[in-house]
């Protein structure tokens, strides 16, 4: 495997069920990232985590819990989702997170979300 | 308040036309990138641009920096089918975070 890899790429969920998304990049890089993905709309940035330590939570509700392990694997954990967070999840991964840095991101192919 | 403001918003055209999208924003960047999204994947780096005034090419691809480094600009030449897609621009806050515009979905028609 290279690059970015994302699982599951298409999950429906009931509101009451639990399920994790899993992102691993394979580039070696120190920050991964999660975004949300709406129709029309910007790609929104959720969570950071550099050198695995959560660096950024962007107001994010608490139904979605991060969780990373190492450099290399990235969680989201969901629970008791509504239908408005159905929308294309990305994880992303650069080489340093850090103010005034470039920050160029190599995404996943991402998990498309539905939540009946 | 949105950072960065892309237009249009969608562009079709014919194969072998030429299309430009603009990537603005009233804020000062110390760089800007550009992604192409194609359906069903996600966005892929083209290019990044550093230094005001800067011009690069990938194939029929040239983007522009501005002087001022507050906006960009994305020209294709002889667009073909294997071009469309959703363009992204996106540039970094002060914190460090990459903001990303809404992005123009172009669609090239054979």
């Known amino acids: 495997e290279t690059g970015v890899t994302q699982t599951p790429r298409h999950l429906v969920m009931g509101m009451t069920n639990k399920k994790s998304l899993k992102c691993e990049q394979h580039?070696?890089?120190?920050?991964m990232y999660w975004y949300k993905q709406s129709a029309k709309k910007p790609l929104e940035l959720m969570f950071v985590?550099?050198?695995?330590?959560?660096?950024e939570n962007n107001s994010v509700p608490s139904r979605f819990s991060p969780e990373c392990p190492n450099s290399s694997h990235l969680f989201l954990h969901l629970h008791t989702l509504q239908p408005e967070d159905s929308a294309l999840y990305l994880c992303?991964?650069?080489?340093?997170?850090?103010?005034?840095?470039?920050?160029?991101?190599?995404f996943g192919p991402g998990t498309r979300l539905t939540v009946l | 308040t949105q950072l960065l403001e892309q237009s249009p918003q969608f562009l079709s055209i014919q194969e072998g036309e030429n299309l430009t999208v603009y990537c603005n924003s009233s804020?000062?960047?110390?760089?800007l990138q550009w992604y192409r999204q194609e359906p069903g994947e996600g966005p892929v780096l083209l290019v990044t641009?550093?230094?005001?005034?800067e011009v690069k090419k990938l194939k029929r691809l040239t983007f522009q920096f501005g002087d001022a480094r507050k906006d960009s600009s994305l020209h294709i030449t002889a667009a073909q089918p294997g071009d469309t897609g959703l363009y992204l621009c996106?540039?970094?806050?002060?914190?460090?975070?990459?903001?990303f515009g809404a992005g123009t979905q172009v669609v090239v028609t054979p």
């Open positions: 992303a991964s650069s080489q340093e997170f850090r103010a005034g840095g470039r920050h160029e991101q190599f």
């Open positions: 580039l070696g890089h120190n920050a």
């Open positions: 996106a540039a970094s806050d002060s914190w460090g975070k990459l903001q």
């Open positions: 804020s000062v960047f110390s760089s």
């Open positions: 985590y550099s050198l695995e330590e959560r660096v």
């Open positions: 641009v550093v230094t005001g005034g």
